[in-house]
C-alpha cells in the first residue's frame, strides 16, 4: 500500500456497530448480523466475526444459532485494504 497514493491519506477513525438483523429467539433459532458504519466503506473489507460458542469466520455477515438461552456478545473487526480497522461489538439476550 506504500507504492499507492493511499499512504497519503489521513487517518479518519470511524464508529462501527454490529446491527442484528434478525433473531434472539432463543436457542434454535438463527441470528444474523451485519458490521455497519457511516464513516468508511466496509464492501472490500475483510471481517472477521467472533461470538460465545463459535469458532470465529470470516464474511460481510454472521448467520449462527445460539447455543444456550442467556446474554451472548457478538465482535466483528473489519480490516481494510489500506490496513485501518474499525472494531464492533454487542450483547444481546437470548429470550424464549
Known amino acids: 500500500m506504500a507504492q499507492t497514493p493511499l499512504k497519503d491519506q489521513p487517518w479518519k477513525c470511524g464508529a462501527a456497530q454490529v446491527q442484528l438483523l434478525r ?3 432463543g436457542t434454535n433459532t438463527s441470528v ?15 471481517i472477521v466475526w467472533e461470538t460465545a460458542g ?15 438461552l442467556a446474554t451472548t456478545w457478538l465482535e466483528a473487526e473489519a480490516q481494510l485494504p ?15
Open 32 to 46: 444474523a448480523a451485519i458490521i455497519a458504519t457511516r464513516d468508511l466503506d466496509l464492501r472490500s473489507a475483510r
Open 23 to 25: 433473531g434472539t429467539g
Open 82 to 96: 489500506d490496513g485501518r480497522r474499525l472494531f464492533a461489538s454487542t450483547n444481546f439476550p437470548l429470550v424464549r
Open 54 to 68: 463459535q469458532e470465529p469466520s470470516f464474511g460481510s455477515t454472521l448467520s449462527f444459532t445460539p447455543a444456550g
